[in-house]
């Protein structure tokens, strides 16, 4: 089994920035795809940002030179910095990835998730 567990969410002001992490632990063999979708209200949840294995990432346009999805294969954690945060960037962020327990079979996991609120 594997968990994802999330840190960072919070409030901050428009114009702020943020950090979330995510670390993955448990019977992991490898992990391929890494990423942060999100959930506002009333809206369905959307891909953020992804970043696969050898570092190649993706961004939803409407964080695209905002936001910085990086990850740290030695500790299986994926990080997501938020900076000219928006109200509309309001929503859950929930961490995502597939993951190889040795079965050679990859698995896909959801964090909790994590609140981020941006209200002056």
């Known amino acids: 089994q594997v968990q994802l567990v999330e840190f960072g969410g919070g409030l901050v002001q428009p114009g702020g920035s943020l950090r979330l992490s995510c670390a993955a632990s448990?019977?992991?063999?490898?992990?391929?795809?890494m990423g942060w979708y999100r959930q506002g209200p009333g809206k369905q949840r959307e891909l953020v940002a992804a970043?696969?294995?050898?570092?190649?990432?993706n961004y939803a346009d409407s964080v695209k030179g905002r936001f910085t999805i990086s990850r740290d294969n030695a500790k299986n954690t994926v990080y997501l910095q938020m900076t000219s945060l928006k109200p509309e960037d309001t929503a859950v962020y929930y961490c995502n990835t597939d993951v190889d327990d040795g079965s050679s079979r990859f698995r896909n996991y959801w964090g909790q998730g994590t609140q981020v609120t941006v209200s002056s």
């Open positions: 970043i696969t294995s050898e570092g190649r990432t």
């Open positions: 448990g019977s992991i063999f490898s992990i391929n795809v």
